[in-house]
């Protein structure tokens, strides 16, 4: 009895990780980074387009293929409770078009490189997966790239980009908690702050 018991916990077990690891379909979350990084290279590094063009191609791929409203709450840390809704509408708006600027700048490091796909990795967080890839460098090893990707009702997001076991979610989340903590402004002395950089 006792054995049947044991069996049949063991089964539910079996059954309930299925449903766990079914969460997120794996496959498709990596074949979404794919085209995400086969648009930005054949559409943007590529083209022969103005650079005005081109930042006007990356902001709208960079807003459709990343969830910076998700990003930007969890980089704000513990300090999104404390905000006003005036406070998070605006540090969201100067966070993206910080990430934009920054990156349409730096995207043309690419220029004549390929992402090698080497499958996914499970993520502790519900409805997420690591995306393994890895960029061919000149010298050396290859650069390891891997994308934290989230779905939410059928759609998948790009939620951190982690380059050589390096987070810029986790390590801009370092920065703004250390900035409020060292200046009276706060939230506000940080979005300023921001603005300057842009």
């Known amino acids: 009895m006792k054995k049947n018991v044991l069996a049949l916990f063991a089964g539910m077990l079996m059954m309930v990780s299925g449903i766990a690891k079914a969460e997120i379909n794996n496959e498709a979350a990596l074949k979404f980074v794919r085209d995400v990084t086969n648009d930005g290279i054949e559409n943007i590094i590529n083209a022969n387009i103005s650079q005005k063009e081109k930042d006007e191609r990356f902001a709208k791929l960079f807003n459709e293929a990343l969830d910076l409203d998700f990003i930007g709450q969890f980089v704000l840390g513990r300090n999104w409770r404390t905000a006003t809704p005036e406070q998070r509408k605006e540090f969201i708006q100067v966070y993206r ?53 989230r779905e939410k009702n059928g759609k998948y997001k790009i939620v951190d980009i982690i380059i050589e076991n390096v987070s810029l979610a986790i390590t801009a989340r370092n920065e703004y908690t250390a900035f409020i903590k060292n200046n009276p402004g706060g939230v506000d002395a940080l979005i300023a702050n921001l603005k300057t950089k842009i």
């Open 97 to 149: 078009q910080l990430n934009i600027s920054t990156w349409s700048k730096r995207f043309d490091e690419f220029k004549g490189k390929n992402f090698e796909f080497k499958g996914t990795t499970a993520s502790n967080s519900k409805g997420q997966v690591f995306v393994n890839s890895e960029v061919p460098m000149d010298q050396g090893a290859p650069a390891k790239v891997v994308w934290r990707v």
